[in-house]
């Protein structure tokens, strides 16, 4: 039997009271309770569950690590509960929630953002950045992806073309005036990134080198450090727009050198009738934004 069905919702009240003031007392006072009755239903709870959810002392009551993550889970659940009550009472708009890649998000999307939340102020936007694929289902509405997503049922449209080339701050762009002149200097490389310098070397037709001088797992930090001026990053000029726009970072090797030219960002999204009122907003917002035809074919 699911053992959630076989607790009693007021168990489940009395605990997260007294998981949220961390005491017995002031619990009791919130439930307009005995201390006594609230000590009684989490002794119960306890011993439905066969774990210890609180340690007690005569000084304090503090949750024990099982007490803890069932209190996340519960205040996170209660949360949800008051957000349906007002949504069904029109006091509160749902959200159009989105999963975007870390880089993508600091680098491109949020410097964007203020032209739509001002052409749309009443669309609420909840967003979120991971490396990991959202799931539809439970919490996001939309996804941007980098690199091919993983097959599923979901649409796929691939966003811009986007040109990997060394970028540098302009004083050590003074000491870059061709190909070979990258040897001498740290070069900075994203380790989760599709192309690294060795395939730009390559396709330079030019022996990579055996040294780096820094790695970093996101594309935010690597262009970071090379505004910085703490060598030649090999980035996305896409993700660089902004700090090429600003001249804190060049392209030293502009019409000299090929660049690696890749699909690095997906939106990934569920095939479903029933949508958010404000998907297909932010949709084309976003394709416009990247100079993609809203009528851009999705993939499967």
Request: proline share 7%.
């Amino acid at each position: 039997m699911d053992i959630f069905r076989s607790i009693p919702l007021s168990y489940i009240r009395v605990f997260e009271a007294a998981g949220r003031t961390l005491s017995f007392a002031d619990a009791a006072r919130d439930l307009n309770l005995s201390p006594s009755a609230v000590s009684h239903s989490v002794r119960k709870l306890e011993d439905q569950l066969g774990q210890r959810l609180f340690q007690r002392s005569t000084r304090e009551v503090r949750l024990t690590r099982e007490g803890a993550m069932l209190m996340e889970h519960i205040q996170r659940g209660m949360e949800e509960i008051q957000r349906g009550f007002a949504l069904l009472a029109g006091n509160e708009r749902t959200p159009l929630r989105l999963h975007t890649a870390p880089s993508f998000a600091t680098q491109w999307l949020l410097p964007r953002l203020a032209g739509f939340v001002r052409d749309h102020p009443d669309i609420d936007l909840r967003f979120s950045a991971s490396t990991e694929y959202a799931r539809f289902d439970d919490d996001f509405d939309l996804d941007i992806v980098y690199g091919e997503p993983k097959p599923s049922p979901h649409e796929k449209i691939p966003l811009a073309l986007e040109g990997l080339a060394p970028l540098c701050n302009p004083a050590l762009a003074e000491r870059i005036r061709k190909p070979e002149d990258l040897y001498h200097l740290p070069l900075i490389q994203c380790e989760v990134q599709m192309y690294q310098w060795k395939g730009w070397f390559e396709t330079n037709q030019l022996p990579p080198p055996t040294h780096y001088g820094l790695r970093f797992d996101r594309s935010s930090m690597a262009i970071a450090a090379a505004v910085d001026g703490l060598g030649v990053v090999l980035e996305s000029t896409l993700l660089s727009e902004r700090e090429l726009q600003r001249g804190e970072l060049v392209r030293p090797l502009a019409g000299s050198t090929r660049e690696v030219e890749y699909v690095g960002h997906y939106l990934v999204h569920p095939r479903r009738q029933h949508r958010h009122e404000a998907f297909e907003t932010f949709k084309v917002w976003l394709l416009n934004a990247l100079g993609i035809s809203e009528n851009a074919p999705a993939q499967r």
